[in-house]
Structure formats: C-alpha cells, structure tokens
C-alpha cells in the first residue's frame, strides 16, 4: 500500500506526526505537578503520610451506606495487602490506615536503623553476618 503514496508526503506527516505527539507530550510533563521532593531520601527514619487516589476517582474500593465505608473486594484486597506490607517488611511501623470508596490514606513510620538494633550475638554466633534487606523508600513499599 505504501508504493501509492509520495515518499516525501509519508516521510513529512511521519515526522510531524511524531513531532506533535512528542511536543504534546513533553507539555504535559513540564505542566505536570511534582509529586515528590527533589533530592529528599524517602527511606530516612520518620513518619509519612500518603494518600492513593483510583483513577478517575471511581468508587472501587467499597461504599458509603449508614454513615460507614463497606469495602468491595477491592477494598478487602487494599486491606489485606496494607497489613502484608507489615508483616513483609520489618523495619516499618503500619500507624494508621483508612480506607475510602475511590481513595486510601495512611501513615507508615521507617526505621532505616532497625538492621543497626536488631544485628546481635546470639548462642556465641555472630548474626551481623546475615542478610540484611535494603530499606526500601515509601514509593517502592506502597508502589506509588
């Protein structure tokens, strides 16, 4: 099919055609809102507070009825995967957690010196020696 066509007229609109969805996509970036501090380590030892929005703000997580969120199974999957990340990750406190029908709030405190507390002589063995997981920053612990 290509052969019908003028090799200049495909090359042109190939190229403007990349040009304008590159230029249309580089604005949308450069009007985008920065979600994170530059050059703030996010594992560092202290409280973070996080909000998680569905897109579009569609109410998959539960419902409100009588004044109370009634989770979906969606919102049971949130739930169950909010205290996982407890129990996967030790060196972080799960403080607060609500879960609402289109978003989700919580507070996890990271205590980035918890392998320092917790490395001991144990039965005459050195356990310093074990493997010890790297802190995870709170982008890469809730997926964000």
């Not at 304008?20 to 030892?45: A, I, P, V």
């Not at 999957?77 to 609402?100: C, D, K, N």
Request: proline fraction near 3%.
């Amino acid at each position: 099919m290509l052969k019908f066509f003028k090799k200049e007229y495909f090359d042109n609109f190939t190229i403007h055609g990349l040009a304008d969805r590159n230029r249309n996509f580089k604005m949308l970036l450069h009007n985008r809102k920065r979600l994170r501090l530059l050059g703030f380590n996010y594992s560092s030892q202290r409280y973070y507070f996080f909000t998680i929005v569905v897109k579009n703000h569609y109410p998959s997580l539960g419902i409100i009825k009588d004044k109370c969120v009634h989770l979906s199974a969606n919102g049971i999957i949130a739930r169950e995967q909010w205290h996982w990340l407890g129990s996967r990750y030790p060196y972080i406190e799960l403080t607060s957690f609500v879960i609402m029908p289109d978003h989700v709030h919580g507070i996890i405190y990271i205590n980035s010196v918890y392998y320092n507390k917790n490395c001991e002589v144990v039965n005459g063995l050195d356990h310093s020696q074990q493997k010890i997981e790297k802190i995870k920053p709170l982008p890469e612990l809730i997926g964000a």
